[in-house]
């Protein structure tokens, strides 16, 4: 089984920067996507960014020119730098993985940007 671990969130005032981190328990030897989503309150699950391990990114319209996602293979963790946060980014980021045969989820971490 397959675990996935956050971490790096907390509380930031408007303007700041996090880093979220997410490490995989087990070496990927094939191909995948990893990604970070986000869900406020009395709000549905959204994409935030992807990575494949061939370094193709995606990323919501939201985040675009603010948050960037990477990953170390050698290193099975996946990263989202998140600058010029707003009290509109304040959500629980879970990291996600996809194979070609299943997907997985974190626990989630807490993102709030208020002053």
């Known amino acids: 089984q397959v675990q996935l671990v956050e971490s790096g969130g907390g509380l930031v005032q408007p303007g700041g920067s996090l880093r979220l981190s997410c490490a995989i328990s087990?070496?990927?030897?094939?191909?995948?996507?990893m990604g970070w989503y986000r869900q406020a309150p009395g709000k549905e699950r959204e994409l935030v960014a992807t990575i494949t391990n061939y370094g193709s990114t995606r990323y919501a319209d939201s985040v675009k020119g603010r948050f960037t996602i990477s990953r170390d293979n050698a290193k099975n963790t996946v990263y989202l730098q998140m600058n010029s946060l707003k009290p509109e980014d304040t959500a629980v980021y879970y990291c996600h993985l996809r194979t070609v045969v299943a997907e997985n989820w974190g626990q989630g971490t807490q993102v709030t940007v208020s002053s």
């Open positions: 087990k070496r990927l030897i094939s191909f995948n996507t």
